[in-house]
């Protein structure tokens, strides 16, 4: 750990990434929330399952849209006009959902998945880019970015939901006019030039590749983890909570206050880090270990209704969220670091997938492992979090990074 000096800050230009995403993630998990709720209203009077397979669709139309939308913005328009109209289509989406038809239905989820595919990893690029000549100031940029996502979608799913328990139309209406807002903000993004950074390369073709696909890995394992004792702590957190009548209780801090315990890491390890430069691969390790912490504190809990029971389990969810800032912003951080410039956001549209064929492998072995343990996810994500953590914070010892230098055009 060392600190930081004559290095500069943030600038204008994060202020208005972060502004557009926090926006854009307000309108897509608003409306994603209000989704399920409106196909079983009585306007289509869905089956619960029926609903769900429909909502499936958004999920499947994001995958193959960002790596559109990361081709088109990396190799044909530019990152910044191709996040525009992905926010356009998004908005788009989001005003073809008030017409209460189930042709209308199917186009406005396509368009809102499409959008939304587009915009991401365009997003991700611009705030990557931005940051190619400081840094020492990725890691804390990053943080803060994924502060505006949290604080976004936070606020989307609270206020579009609110409304549309009123109205459903309305809910989508103002979803499309933060995403229109979204897309405005975009218009202030300055054309960012990059190609004077060849001269500064530090490393060869292979290593970068290596950074790459090992912070890609690192992610998916983590996020695997992660989906696999999620549900093992809600679960458990129900039981608790029925033996001591606050079962609601639990289960509204497990969805809303984990939430908030990022929120506040966010900020201060935003602003942390502005100050302070740990080894990347040792903050990942950090995060593997608080996460291992996490699962072996709620798996202490027994479930005799005491109200020891509830602050362990409080504790928990606060070194979850502590993982999830370690870990998060980092991956995104070397991920970038590591990529050529110019194909930055396919780079980010790739490393994706890993993640999602995880969440997919969790749901088929989950149900295996349930067979012959109980929480499963919780003692499996301890033992393989504390596994990892160790390794990682010990090969940090012996890993250093290159000095954060833009890297070559003609790299990864």
Known sequence: MEAITNQKGHNWTTF???????????????????????????????????AIGI??????????????????????????????????IQAIGAFVLCLPMEFTVYAGIGLLGLGAGIYSPNLLSLF?????????????GFTFLYFAINIGAFLGTLIIGLLGEESFVLGFILGGVLSLCAMISMFFSPKLDIKESKSLATSTFSTRVIWIGAAILISAFFWGLYEFGAGDMYVLGYDVGQSANTSSFLNRIWSSMNSGFVLIFALVFGFL????????????????ICASLAYALVLIISPDGSGLNTALFIFGMILVGLAEIFVAPTILSLITKHSNPKYLAIILSIAY????????????????????????????????????????????????????????TESV
Request: proline share 3%; no cysteine.
């Open 16 to 50: 208005i990434h972060m502004t557009s995403r926090a926006l854009e993630r307000a309108s897509y998990y608003g409306i994603r929330g209000l989704l399920v709720l409106y196909l079983t209203s009585e306007v289509f009077a869905m089956d619960h399952y029926q």
């Open 55 to 88: 909502y499936g669709w958004l999920a499947g139309t994001i995958v193959g849209a960002e790596i559109l939308g990361a081709l088109l913005g990396d190799l044909i328009l530019g990152n910044r006009i191709a996040a525009i109209i992905g926010a356009a």
């Open 128 to 140: 990557g880019k931005n940051y190619y000549y400081r840094k020492h100031s990725m890691d804390s």
């Open 273 to 288: 880090w502005m100050v302070i430069k740990l080894n990347r691969v040792m903050k990942i390790g950090i995060g593997f």
């Open 353 to 408: 997938l890993p993640g999602r064929l995880m969440f997919r492998v969790v749901g088929l072995v989950t149900p295996f492992f349930m067979e012959f343990m109980g929480y499963p996810g919780l003692k499996i994500g301890l033992a393989l979090y504390l596994i990892f953590g160790i390794v990682l914070i010990a090969f940090s010892g012996f890993v250093k990074e290159n000095p954060d230098a833009a890297p070559s």
